[in-house]
Each structure stands twice: as C-alpha cells, then as structure tokens.
T-cell receptor, first 114, second 113 residues
C-alpha cells in the first residue's frame, strides 16, 4: 500500500471549513483513498473514501487531484466535536489476499476552537 | 445493534501473566481485526481473520495468539505479558463484500507492570 504524508497538526475556528491535506505521491491505479478519524481515546471512525472522483457524504467532502497524488478532506462547518486525529489511508480496494487491512500513520491532530 | 464490543475495558497485569481480550460483533461481518495503539502512534495491525476459520499475522504479531471462535467472536491472547505490550487494543470488523468501512470497538486499555 502507498504511504501517505499529513501535517502533524492543524487548527480551525468553529463554524469554518477545515481542510485537511494528504500527500500520496506513490499511489497506484487500483488504490483508494480512505479517511478515518479518532476522537480522543475512542476507536477510529470511518469518514469517507474515493478512487478518483470527488466524493461527498453527510460528514465530509473528499477532493482528489487529477493526478491522484494528493487529496483534501473538507469538513464544511467544523464544530468542537470534530476535534480529533484524522488519518489518511491509501489501500487497494476490494477483497484482496491481505484481508482488507488498514495501515494507519500518525495522522493530523485537528483542533477546533471557539 | 451493539456493533463491536470489547471486554475488559481496562486491565492491569504483572509481567509473565496471561490473559485473553474478547471481541464480538453483531453485524454479521466476515472479517475481524486486532490492532494496538501505543501513545502518540497510529494503530498497528496484530492479527486479522479475513473469514471464519482463517487467521493471519499482521504487522506486529509476536507475543500474541488469536482465535476466531465463530463468526461473531475474535479473541486475542497474551500468553506471557511483557511491559512492551502495554497499549490500547482495538478490535474491528468489516463486511467482506463491502470494502469501504471498518467498524471499531471502544478499546481495551492494558497495562503490564
């Protein structure tokens, strides 16, 4: 699986959009970009995933560059409850011999403040 | 649905003691996983079970054993605990045909003295 690079930490004002970048310059054609978050000491929570098109769900939007070497997770109206560590993970999609494992890096600590 | 449940929530062991961490899911998922998370680090995969009856090593399997008891339950055993195994342990499950989302339990906080 391709490796990812994320900033260690970011701050965001409550009510503003939080834009979390991720670099995955070695991503291959069959690898998806996944985002998870981990709110203090809890188990990680799935947010969104995509292959090459931009994706949106009730939690966030995912923007993937045309060359797929980087992506941005957007929380449109961040709240204090969005304070968490956000993990960008690149992985081959579908059922594989590896059993759909996730490889977590250290992620980005997002702090949403008043 | 309770989702993924883990027991116990907290545990303190002495070096050399053994214990089993329990994990169960009620979502009829095929795949189950055990991760550990050390302070300030991301999660690392210990073992996984892609389907009932199969188990495979992950990134850091040494010192652990697992049992996929049935489709619902996946246990992690420490035969002889060491201080290096002090960590938070997370269990997760995933529906095999849907490769999008793993569901995580609340974690077990283990301290080995």
């Amino acid at each position: 699986d391709a490796k990812t690079t994320q900033p260690t930490s970011m701050d965001c004002a409550e009510g503003r959009a939080a834009n979390l970048p991720c670099n995955h310059s070695t991503i291959s054609g069959n690898e998806y970009v996944y985002w998870y978050r981990q709110i203090h000491s809890q188990g990680p929570q799935y947010i969104i995933h995509g292959l090459k098109n931009n994706e949106t769900n009730e939690m966030a939007s995912l923007i993937i560059t045309e060359d797929r070497k980087s992506s941005t997770l957007i929380l449109p109206h961040a709240t204090l409850r969005d304070t968490a560590v956000y993990y960008c993970i690149v992985r081959v999609g579908g059922v594989t011999g590896g059993g759909n494992k996730l490889t977590f890096g250290t992620g980005t600590q997002l702090k949403v403040e008043l | 649905n309770a989702g993924v449940t883990q027991t116990p929530k907290f545990q303190v062991l002495k070096t050399g003691q053994s214990m089993t961490l329990q994990c169960a899911q009620d979502m009829n998922h095929n795949s189950m996983y055990w991760y550990r998370q050390d302070p300030g680090m991301g999660l690392r995969l210990i073992y996984y079970s892609a389907s009932e009856g199969t188990t495979d090593k992950g990134e850091v399997p040494n010192g652990y054993n697992v049992s996929r008891l049935n489709k619902r339950e996946f246990s992690l055993r420490l035969e002889s605990a060491a201080p290096s195994q002090t960590s938070v342990y997370f269990c997760a499950s995933m529906r095999q045909v849907s490769y999008n989302e793993q569901f995580f339990g609340p974690g077990t906080r283990l301290t080995v003295l």
